[in-house]
């Protein structure tokens, strides 16, 4: 089993930086793709970012491209989302997830473990 914990959520006006952190644990050889998800109440698990173990490629959903940056430390088993140029609609709860899979997904159902996950709120 693999353990995900997110912090560094918040509130931050429109405009602003946040950035999050996962803290991966137990059978982490198995965090071969990370990525992060957000969720509204009412909607789906929304893909934001992904990275891969292996060579750190990434993918991005269009929505964040060019404010978003993913990335992650092996060596301390800690995946990062540094959020720039926050929009109001950012607001969400924001996930951490793995999969064991090396090749990257963009769909939830894709992802074998989950992170409890931590709010970001962005007002106008």
């Known amino acids: 089993q693999v353990q995900l914990v997110e912090s560094g959520g918040g509130l931050v006006q429109a405009g602003g930086s946040l950035r999050l952190s996962c803290a991966a644990s137990?059978?982490?050889?198995?965090?071969?793709?990370m990525g992060w998800f957000r969720q509204v109440p009412g909607k789906e698990r929304q893909f934001v970012a992904a990275?891969?173990?292996?060579?750190?490629?990434?993918v991005y959903a269009d929505s964040v491209k060019g404010r978003f940056t993913i990335s992650r430390d092996n060596g301390k088993n800690t995946l990062y989302l540094q959020m720039n140029s926050l929009k109001p609609e950012d607001t969400a709860v924001y996930h951490c997830?793995?999969?064991?899979?090396?090749?990257?997904?963009?769909?939830?159902?894709?992802?074998?473990?989950w992170g409890q996950g931590t709010q970001v709120t962005v007002s106008a």
């Open positions: 997830a793995a999969r064991w899979r090396t090749s990257i997904a963009t769909t939830a159902t894709s992802y074998d473990y």
């Open positions: 137990g059978r982490t050889f198995s965090t071969n793709v």
């Open positions: 990275i891969s173990r292996s060579d750190g490629s990434t």
